[in-house]
C-alpha cells in the first residue's frame, strides 16, 4: 500500500497546492516542499529497512509489490512493485522534486499554485512510471508525466531569441515524446496480442509478458519501437532536438525535473522493459546502440561548445552524458550498468547543480547568453567556486559521483567493445573542453559590466552545499548505491551473456 | 605506526582547502596566509614522523574499499615504501617552503584565501597521487593536481589570457591522462587487478617481454606521463603556465605535478621493463624534448619562460635515466631539481616582485647589488642547474643520469644529454647576466624594493640554497633496493671517463657562454638580428613552432567544426516532416478561398472521379 501512497501523495499535495493559493502565495511553496519532503523521507525509509541482498532470479526480486485488477476483462491490473533500482529512483525523485521547488522559491511569482500542481502533478507521474509494471499502467504515467510538463514550459517559460518561443519550444517537446509514445503503445498491443494469440489470455503483466515468444522479425519490430520511445526520451540523437530547446525555455524547476529526472526515465524504462522483454533482439541491436551512444557523446560534446545560451550548453552535454548511459545498458557488462546507475544519480546531481546555478545567475543578470557575461568572478561572491565544483563534477573529476560512473562504464565495457570505449573516451576530453568553457565565458576575463551582485542566501547555498556533498560522497563512497542495485544489474547483464557472440559483432561493427 | 602520521601529512592539506574554502573572506589575508602556511607545514612534520617510523617494509594502509562490483575492488588505500616518503618530503618540505614565501609574495593581493585553498589542495592531490597503492585512487590525484593547476593558473581570472593558459594547461594534460585511463582498462582487463604491486607481480606472469599487450599497456601510460611532465609532444601547456603567481610556477615545477610522470614511470617500472620498446622510447622522447627546450630556453626574454623550458629539459633528464633503466637516478634529479628548481623559481618572484612585476630581461639588469638575497640565490640555483662540479646538488644527480646512460650503452642519450649540459651552461648565465649584471633596463630595475622579512622570504631561500648544494645530494636516501638493477651495477669502469667528459660538458658551455656574453656581445646581438641568426631566433623564441602546429593541425579544424556544427543539422534533418506538413498546409489552405466557383469545379472535378472510379472498377457497385 505504500508504494501507492508515494504516487498518490504528490497528486494530491499537487491539488492541496492549486487550492492553497487562496490562502497566500507562500503557502503552495510550504505545501509543495512538504509534499516531496515525505516523499524523499518514504523512500530514504525504505531503502534503510530494505534488504537488498536479495538472489538475482527475476522472478521475485521485489522488495515491495502491490497488485488489484483494474480492467480485468482486458487483463489490466493495477500492479506496482519496487526493488534497488526503482527505490533509488523514487528518492531522487523525492530529492530533485524538494530542490525543483526550492529554486522557484523566488523565480516563480505568477499563478504560483497552477505552477506546483504541474510541477507536482510530473513527479507523481515519474514516480508512477518507476513503480508501474503493467505495461498498461506504465504507458499511462509515461504520457501522465508529459501533459504538466508542457503547461510548465508554455506557461512559466522563458522566451528566448524570436522564433525560440516557450510554447514552440513546449509543442516540440509535446510531439516529439507524443509520437515516441505512440510508437510504445502500438509495440504494446502487439505484444500483448501476440501473447494472447499464443496462450489465449489477454494480460498486460509485465512478468506474463516477458516469456512471451514473439516471431521473428516482428520481435525485432517491437523491440524497436520501445527502443525508440526511450530513445527519445533518453536523449540519443538523432532524436534529440526537443530537449536544448526545452531546457532552455524552461524555467529552472523545469530545467532541474527535465535533466534530473524524466530523462532517467528513459534508462530505466531500457533496463527494465526494452532490454529484458526482447533480449535476444535487444543483444543483435547493441551494436547499433552503441554506435548511436558513442555518436551521442561526441555530438553532443562539439555542440556543447558552440552554444552561447548557457542553459544549451548544459542540454547538450545532458545528451553527450547519456551517450555513456546507452553505451553501459547494451554493454552486457555488470559493472558498466551499474556505473550507468550511478552515472544516472551523479548526471542528475551535476545538472541539476549547474542548472540551478545558471537560475540564481538569470536572476541576478537577466540573461543566458554567455557573451554578456565575463568576469563574474568578481562580481559574486561564492557562486563561482560553485560553479567550478559542479563543471569539475561533469567533466568527471574524480572524486566526484560522475567520475565513478564514467568510468565504471568504460572499465566494463572495455573488454566486449575496446573500440567503442576509445572513442567514448575522446569524448572525456571535450567534455574537459566545454566544461572549462562554459566556465570561462561566464567567470573569467573583463567585467562585462560593472558592479558587485548579491551572493546567494541560505536557500541558495544550502541547495548548492547538500548537491556537491551529496555528490562528492557518492564519489567517494558509492556502495550502498551499489548494494541496492547490484540485484537488478546483475540479471540484465546476463541477458546478454545468454545471447552468445555479443562481442564478436560488436566488433565487427566497430 | 605509520597510520597516524600519513593519514596526517595528506588530511592537513586538505582541512586547510575546507576551512579556506568554507571561511567566505572572514579570515582576512593574515589568517588564510597562517592557514594555508600552516596546514602544510603540519603536513611535513607528519611526513617527517612518517619518515622516522618507516621500518623499510611497504606498508599498505587500507582505509575503505572506494567500488566493490565483481573483480572490480578499487580502495582507497595507500601504499608507503621508499619512494613514496621520498616524494612525500620532497611534496610536503618544498611545498612548505614555496607556502612559506609566497605568503611574502602575495602580499596585498586579492583573493589571498583561494589561493592558499588551491595551494593546499594542490600539495593534497599529489600527495594521493603517491600514495595511492592503486592505480585508481593514484588517478584521483593524478587528475586532482590537473584541477589545481587549472584553478592556479587562471589565479588572475580578468585576464583571458590567464584563462586561455589555464584552460590549455588543463585540456592538454587531460589529453594524455585520457591515454593513462585507457592504460588502466587494458590493464585491468588483462590482469584483473589495479592494485599496484599486484600489477607488477602479475604483468611478468601474464605478458612476454616485448608482447604487444605489455607494449601497449606501457605506451598508454607513457602518454599520460608525458601529458603531466611537459614532454614532447604535450609539453605546449608548460611555457604559458608561467601566467600564474609565481610561487604556484615553483610548485608546478619543482615539487609537484611535472614530477608526476617521473613518479608513474618509475612507479610501474616492471611494467615497462616488459616493453623495451618503449622503454627506448623513453629515453629519447627526454633526449629530444631536453635538447629542444634547452635551445628555446636560449631565445626567451622573459626570467619566467627561461625557467620553465629549463625545467621542460631537466625533466628531459630523468626521462632520459628512466628509458635506459635507471629509475634510482631519475628519482634523485627529481628531488635535487625540486630543491634548485624552487630556489630558482622564488628567487625570480623575488626578484619580480622587487622590480614591480617586471620579469622581462631586457628590462632588468644591475640588480646584483641591491638585490642580493635573490642573486645568491640565482647564483646557487644555476650552479646546480649547469651542474656544477662536486659543490652543486645536480653534478651529483646528473653525473648519475649520464653514467647510467653510458653503462647502458645508449650513446645517442649520452651525446644528448652532454650537448644540453653545454646548453645549459649557456643558458644559466644568459639568465644570470641578463637579470643582475650590465645596465638596468627600466626604471623599475633602477630602483628596486628588496624583500626584508626575515621568515617569509630570507629563510626559505637560504634554506632552499642550502639544499642545492651538495648537502642536498647526501640527504637522497637512495632508493636501489626498491628497483631493478640499474645498468650500472653491472660494469666495471668508465664512470672516472665520464665523470671528465660531463664537467668538460659544463665548463665548455660556461667558457663558452662567457666568452659570447662577455667578449663577443655585439657580434651576438648583430647575428641574432638578421637573415638566418634573426630566424633561428625566432624559432627558438617560438619553441620551435609546436604551438603554431597545433593551432593549424588541432586547434582550428576543431574550432570550425564546433561552428559548422552549431545549429545541430541532424536536428534540422528531423524537422523535414514539420515542413512537409507545413507545405500540404500552405497548399490547403489555397484552396479555401471562399470562391463558389472553384469550389463548384473542384466538386464537379470530384464527382467525375469517384463516378469514374466506380464505373471502371469491375464489381465497384455490388
Known amino acids: 500500500m505504500i508504494l501507492v501512497w508515494l504516487i498518490l501523495i504528490p497528486f494530491l499535495g499537487g491539488l492541496l497546492c492549486w487550492q492553497a493559493e487562496r490562502w497566500g502565495e507562500q503557502a503552495p511553496r510550504w505545501i509543495a516542499l512538504a509534499t516531496m519532503l515525505f516523499v524523499l523521507v518514504i523512500s530514504v525509509v525504505l531503502w534503510l529497512g530494505g534488504d537488498f541482498s536479495l538472489p538475482g532470479s527475476y522472478e521475485s526480486q521485489w522488495l515491495l509489490e502491490w497488485r488489484v485488477p483494474w480492467i480485468p476483462r482486458f487483463g489490466i491490473e493495477i500492479h506496482l512493485a519496487m526493488d534497488g533500482l526503482s527505490l533509488i529512483l523514487v528518492a531522487l525523485t523525492g530529492f530533485l522534486g524538494t530542490l525543483a521547488v526550492l529554486c522557484s522559491w523566488h523565480e516563480i511569482a505568477h499563478r504560483v499554485g497552477f505552477f506546483h500542481l504541474n510541477l507536482l502533478f510530473i513527479l507523481g507521474g515519474v514516480v508512477g512510471v518507476f513503480l508501474a509494471l503493467d505495461l498498461f499502467l506504465f504507458f499511462l504515467f509515461w504520457e501522465m508525466m508529459l501533459v504538466p510538463m508542457y503547461f510548465l514550459i508554455a506557461l512559466w517559460g522563458h522566451s528566448g531569441s524570436p522564433g525560440q518561443t516557450r510554447i514552440r519550444a513546449a509543442t516540440r517537446f509535446f510531439i516529439y515524446t507524443q509520437a515516441s509514445g505512440l510508437l510504445m503503445l502500438v509495440a504494446i498491443l502487439a505484444l500483448v496480442f501476440v501473447h494472447y494469440s499464443n496462450t489465449g489470455e489477454l494480460s498486460f503483466s509485465y512478468d506474463v509478458l516477458r516469456g512471451t515468444d514473439v516471431p521473428e522479425p516482428l520481435a525485432f519490430w517491437l523491440m524497436l519501437g520501445f527502443f525508440i520511445a526511450f530513445a527519445v526520451k533518453l536523449p540519443v540523437v538523432p532524436f534529440h532536438g526537443w530537449l536544448p530547446d526545452a531546457h532552455a525555455q524552461a524555467p529552472t524547476a523545469g530545467s532541474v525535473d527535465l535533466a534530473g529526472i524524466l530523462l532517467k526515465t528513459a534508462a530505466y524504462g531500457m533496463i527494465r522493459f526494452a532490454l529484458p522483454l526482447f533480449p535476444e533482439q535487444s543483444a543483435a541491436f547493441a551494436p547499433v546502440a552503441m554506435t548511436l551512444g558513442l555518436v551521442g557523446i561526441i555530438y553532443g560534446a562539439v555542440l556543447a561548445c558552440g552554444q552561447q545560451d548557457i542553459k544549451r550548453l548544459i542540454a547538450y552535454t545532458s545528451i553527450s552524458h547519456m551517450g555513456f548511459v546507452l553505451i553501459a545498458l547494451y554493454s552486457g557488462s555488470e559493472l558498466a550498468i551499474q556505473g550507468a546507475i550511478i552515472l544516472m544519480v551523479a548526471h542528475a546531481f551535476s545538472s541539476a547543480g549547474l542548472f540551478i546555478l545558471s537560475g540564481q545567475l538569470y536572476e541576478r543578470i537577466h540573461t543566458r547568453d554567455m557573451r554578456t557575461m565575463g568576469g563574474l568572478w568578481s562580481r559574486i561572491p561564492v557562486l563561482p567556486g560553485f560553479t567550478l565544483c559542479f563543471v569539475a563534477a561533469s567533466l568527471g573529476m574524480p572524486a566526484t559521483a560522475n567520475f565513478v560512473g564514467e568510468f565504471m562504464v568504460l572499465f566494463g565495457t572495455f573488454p566486449s567493445a575496446p573500440v567503442v570505449v576509445v572513442i567514448a573516451s575522446v569524448g572525456l576530453v571535450l567534455a574537459a573542453i566545454y566544461s572549462l568553457l562554459l566556465m570561462q565565458r561566464v567567470h573569467y576575463g573583463p567585467e562585462y559590466r560593472p558592479g558587485p551582485l548579491k551572493g546567494p542566501d541560505a536557500r541558495e547555498y544550502g541547495m548548492m552545499l547538500t548537491l556537491l556533498v551529496l555528490t562528492i560522497a557518492v564519489g567517494l563512497y558509492p556502495q550502498p548505491l551499489l548494494d541496492t542495485t547490484a540485484a537488478v544489474a546483475a540479471p540484465v547483464a546476463e541477458l546478454f551473456t545468454d545471447a552468445s557472440d555479443l562481442a564478436a559483432r560488436a566488433g565487427e561493427v566497430n | ?622
Not at chain 2, 605489455?214 to 611537459?230: E, F, I, Q, T
Open chain 2, 1 to 622: 605506526m605509520m597510520v597516524t602520521p600519513v593519514v596526517l601529512s595528506f588530511l592537513f592539506p586538505l582541512m586547510g582547502t575546507l576551512v579556506l574554502a568554507f571561511s567566505s573572506g572572514r579570515l582576512g589575508a593574515r589568517g588564510s596566509s597562517v592557514i594555508g602556511v600552516g596546514s602544510v607545514g603540519l603536513a611535513a612534520l607528519a611526513t617527517l614522523w612518517a619518515v622516522l617510523s618507516h621500518t623499510g617494509d611497504r606498508e599498505i594502509i587500507t582505509l575503505w574499499t572506494w567500488i566493490s562490483v565483481g573483480d572490480f575492488q578499487p580502495t582507497i588505500g595507500l601504499g608507503v615504501d621508499g619512494l613514496a616518503l621520498v616524494m612525500m618530503a620532497v611534496i610536503t618540505g618544498v611545498g612548505f617552503l614555496i607556502h612559506l614565501f609566497a605568503a611574502w609574495y602575495m602580499t596585498g593581493e586579492a583573493g589571498i584565501t583561494r589561493f592558499y585553498a588551491w595551494m593546499n589542495l594542490f600539495v593534497f592531490s599529489m600527495m594521493l597521487l603517491v600514495l595511492g597503492d592503486n592505480l585508481l585512487l593514484l588517478f584521483l590525484g593524478w587528475e586532482g593536481v590537473g584541477l589545481c593547476s587549472y584553478g592556479l593558473i587562471g589565479y588572475y581570472y580578468q585576464g583571458l589570457d590567464n584563462a586561455r593558459a589555464a584552460f590549455k594547461a588543463f585540456v592538454v594534460t587531460r589529453i594524455g591522462d585520457v591515454f593513462l585511463a585507457l592504460g588502466l582498462f587494458l590493464v585491468f582487463m588483462e590482469l584483473g587487478t589495479l592494485d599496484i604491486a599486484t600489477v607488477l607481480t602479475r604483468a611478468p606472469e601474464f605478458w612476454a617481454e616485448g608482447s604487444a599487450t605489455a607494449n601497449l599497456a606501457a605506451l598508454l601510460v607513457l602518454g599520460g606521463a608525458l601529458g603531466k611532465s611537459a614532454q614532447v609532444p604535450l609539453h605546449t601547456w608548460l611555457p604559458d603556465a608561467m601566467a600564474g603567481p609565481t610561487p604556484v610556477s615553483a610548485l608546478i615545477h619543482a615539487a609537484t605535478m611535472v614530477t608526476a610522470g617521473i613518479y608513474l614511470i618509475a612507479r610501474l617500472n616492471g611494467l615497462f621493463l616488459l616493453a623495451p620498446d618503449v622503454m627506448l622510447l623513453v629515453g629519447v622522447i627526454g633526449a629530444i624534448s631536453l635538447l629542444l627546450a634547452a635551445f628555446a630556453a636560449l631565445a626567451q626574454t622573459d626570467i619566467k619562460r627561461v625557467l620553465a623550458y629549463s625545467t621542460m629539459s631537466q625533466i628531459g633528464y630523468m626521462f632520459l635515466a628512466l628509458g635506459v633503466g635507471a629509475f634510482d637516478a631519475a628519482i634523485f634529479h627529481l628531488v635535487t631539481h625540486a630543491f634548485f628548481k624552487a630556489l630558482l623559481f622564488l628567487s625570480a618572484g623575488a626578484v619580480i616582485i622587487s622590480c614591480h612585476h617586471e620579469q622581462d630581461m631586457r628590462k632588468l639588469g644591475g640588480l646584483w647589488r641591491k638585490l642580493p638575497v635573490a642573486y645568491g640565490g640565482f647564483i646557487v640555483g644555476g650552479a646546480a642547474l649547469v651542474a656544477l662540479p662536486l659543490v652543486s646538488a645536480g653534478f651529483f644527480s646528473k653525473d648519475e643520469i649520464l653514467w647510467q646512460a653510458m653503462a647502458a650503452d645508449r650513446n645517442g642519450l649520452l651525446i644528448a644529454g652532454l650537448l644540453g649540459a653545454v646548453l645549459t651552461g649557456i643558458y644559466t648565465v644568459r639568465l644570470v647576466l641578463g637579470t643582475f649584471h650590465g645596465e638596468p633596463g627600466s626604471d623599475h630595475a633602477r630602483h628596486p624594493e628588496p624583500g626584508t622579512n626575515l621568515i617569509t622570504h630570507h629563510l626559505p631561500l637560504v634554506v632552499l640554497a642550502v639544499l642545492s648544494t651538495f648537502i642536498g645530494a647526501w640527504l637522497y636516501p637512495g632508493l636501489g633496493g626498491l628497483f631493478p638493477d640499474a645498468p650500472g651495477e653491472a660494469v666495471e669502469g668508465g664512470h672516472t671517463l665520464l665523470q671528465v667528459l660531463a664537467i668538460g660538458a659544463v665548463v665548455a658551455g660556461l667558457a663558452l657562454a662567457g666568452w659570447l656574453f662577455l667578449m663577443r656581445r655585439p657580434w651576438l646581438d648583430d647575428v641574432a638580428s638578421k637573415g638566418a641568426g634573426a630566424s633561428l631566433w625566432k624559432l627558438w623564441h617560438h619553441a620551435w613552432g609546436f604551438d603554431a602546429l597545433f593551432d593549424r593541425v588541432l586547434v582550428r579544424p576543431w574550432q570550425w567544426s564546433v561552428r559548422m556544427l552549431r545549429f545541430d543539422f541532424i536536428n534540422l534533418i528531423m524537422n523535414l516532416p514539420a515542413l512537409i506538413a507545413r507545405g500540404f498546409n500552405a497548399g490547403l489552405v489555397r484552396s479555401q478561398n471562399g470562391r463558389t466557383r472553384s469550389y463548384a469545379v473542384v466538386m464537379v472535378f470530384g464527382a467525375t472521379v469517384i463516378l469514374l472510379a466506380l464505373a471502371l472498377v469491375p464489381g465497384g457497385v455490388a
